[in-house]
């Protein structure tokens, strides 16, 4: 009689905890980068369209009786004969919009953590990197088609990212049957956005059609981030056999056979 040992358990690895700093040093690697000068009404660190007083050299005129005599210019006056000032760019706060895609889709996940929890680490670190030094933090939330995304107006502080943190622990919606509509969300939150903003999108991008060009639009107004959550199930099927796969969208059902190399490859 054959017979094998049989092997002990493997025990789950342990969780990573990082020190605080050394958490603040990952943080930091993850600092997004303001391509675009973004309007403001407050004081801050970001690249405004606005002038007055700055780094950034926007423009040199005549002087006039209410500048501020430190901002001449004296080599440009000696060569005009005439007073000149230097006109800067001022630095304002940034309004960051997210716009977060939490269709049934996002409740998928082949691992320990389901593209809902990842949505979710992803946004807090946004929120929280973004909305430091007074910067104000909205979100657009679409659940599914036929309800209007909800609102979360921009706000400064640690109660707005308490606030996100709540609308991400709600359940994702169950299906529709209509599937996920992307440009609805788009649509809506550039109704929204007054002035220049910083935007990011976070969604798995699995849409009906017709997104790509409100999007496109959307990125000529605005600094925009497109940050697409992806399981790695969805890219490449195991040879299981035969599966019933269920979309999460519209609840419809279909049975597939996996060992097909043909299916595999199409997928």
């Not at 405004?48 to 210019?73: C, K, M, N, T």
């Amino acid at each position: 009689m054959w017979w094998r040992r049989r092997s002990a358990p493997e025990t789950p690895p342990a969780p990573v905890r990082l020190a605080p700093a050394q958490a603040d040093a990952l943080l930091r690697r993850t600092e997004w980068t303001v391509l675009r000068r973004l309007d403001g009404w407050l004081q801050g660190d970001h690249r405004s369209r606005q002038r007055g007083h700055g780094l950034d050299l926007a423009d040199l005129r005549e002087y006039q009786p209410s500048d501020d005599v430190r901002h001449i210019d004296w080599n440009v006056t000696a060569r005009h004969g005439t007073p000149h000032v230097r006109v800067f760019h001022e630095d304002r706060d940034m309004v960051v919009w997210l716009l977060l895609d939490r269709s049934p889709s996002q409740a998928f996940g082949s691992g320990a953590q389901r593209k809902q929890e990842l949505m979710r680490d992803v946004v807090l670190t946004l929120a929280r990197w973004m909305g430091r030094h007074g910067n104000r933090v909205g979100a657009v939330v679409y659940e599914a088609e036929g309800s209007a995304p909800r609102v979360l107006p921009p706000r400064a502080g640690r109660e707005q990212q308490l606030r996100l943190l709540s609308e991400l622990e709600r359940p994702t919606a169950s299906p529709s049957g209509r599937g996920t509509q992307l440009a609805t969300l788009v649509q809506r939150a550039d109704a929204l956005m007054r002035g220049r903003c910083s935007v990011a999108l976070v969604s798995d991008f699995i849409s009906a059609p017709g997104w790509e060009r409100p999007l496109g639009q959307l990125g000529r107004r605005h600094d925009l981030l497109a940050v697409r959550l992806v399981d790695p199930l969805e890219r490449q099927w195991p040879d299981i056999g035969l599966v019933t796969l269920t979309d999460p969208e519209t609840g419809a059902s279909l049975q597939v056979d996996t060992h097909h190399p043909g299916f595999r490859a199409r997928f």
